[in-house]
């Protein structure tokens, strides 16, 4: 039988009170974790701890299709768009998140000698937050109210359990979903979610890996990427940043308010994807 002997890293973990950088990888189509678990393992030997979270909503839309369900998606009267979460739908996030992305991503950390543990929002409370009770749909021009959606978002992190693995030298890689007050597992926006573990953890950054170089200044142009965003100009981003691009940029906005230092939105698809991002390579706030 062959097998693959991981390179353990652990022997050069970095020591307890190493800096702390909260990296969330993206759900979408195209992303390769074999370079991004290398990377990650470099940044880990070069002293720092890392706390993985992802997303899953390429996974979430394939599953969905072999399953023979078509993904559902519903826009705010906002114009926000967001996957309808019935009950079959969050099933299908479940096993989509935590035993396909989850698993994957956690595999490929191992093979890279990074010691790995896989964990959802929903263990040990991790995120928590408010099921939203009713969401509003435009449907042909009128507004719907769905009271069945698995959705929500995470309003706090116990990050107990994130210490007790970083402390003993694992990373955690951590997938939606969240648990409302009534212990419901919910739909939630993975990049808030990371921006709210990164202040819980004290992080002094936050990356946001995507299929995208950055934000970019205009929509489909990667050589029109916005370099750098002082807080006080986050604003000015409410033009430029369109879809899914506008809650990174909330959670950008959030992490620094909560105490983070530095966010980068980088991209995944490069060689180096954290590495080049902690360099600078990306959006980066401050
Ligand atoms: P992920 O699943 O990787 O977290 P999302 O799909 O949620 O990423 O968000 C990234 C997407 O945001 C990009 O693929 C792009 O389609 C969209 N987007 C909208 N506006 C912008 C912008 N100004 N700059 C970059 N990407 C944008």
């Not at 009713?134 to 719907?144: F, L, M, P, S, T």
Request: net charge neutral.
């Amino acid at each position: 039988m062959n097998t693959i002997e991981p390179k353990n890293v652990s022997s050069k973990t970095p020591p307890r009170e190493a800096p702390l950088v909260v990296v969330k990888i993206g759900g979408a189509a195209g992303i390769d974790f074999a370079p991004l678990a290398c990377d990650a393992a470099a940044v880990i030997r070069a002293g720092q701890r890392l706390t993985i979270v992802h997303g899953g909503s390429d996974a979430t839309n394939t599953l969905s299709q072999r399953l023979g369900r078509e993904p559902t998606f519903i826009t705010s009267p906002s114009g926000h768009t967001s996957r309808r979460t019935d009950r079959e739908t969050l099933e299908i996030f479940q096993m989509a998140c935590r035993g396909i992305v989850n698993q994957s991503l956690v595999r490929h950390l191992l093979l890279a000698g990074v010691d790995a543990v896989g964990l959802s929002g929903l263990d040990a409370r991790l995120w928590s937050g408010p099921r939203k009770a009713a969401v509003r749909a435009i449907e042909e021009g009128r507004v719907r109210i769905i009271r069945d959606d698995y959705t929500g978002a995470v309003e706090r992190v116990d990050p107990r359990v994130l210490h007790a693995l970083l402390d003993n030298h694992f990373t955690p890689v951590i997938s939606p979903p969240a648990i409302s007050e009534a212990l419901e597992p919910i739909n939630v926006d993975a990049d808030r979610a990371a921006a709210q573990t990164a202040i819980a953890l004290g992080a002094h950054t936050l990356v946001l890996l995507s299929n995208v170089p950055g934000v970019l200044r205009s929509f489909g142009d990667e050589d029109s990427i916005i370099r750098c965003v002082l807080r006080s100009g986050i604003g000015s981003l409410d033009e430029v940043a369109q879809g899914r691009m506008k809650n990174k940029v909330l959670a950008a906005r959030e992490a620094l308010e909560g105490g983070v230092s530095r966010v980068i939105i980088g991209d995944a698809r490069v060689p180096h994807p954290l590495s080049m991002a902690l360099e600078g390579a990306g959006t980066v706030f401050a």
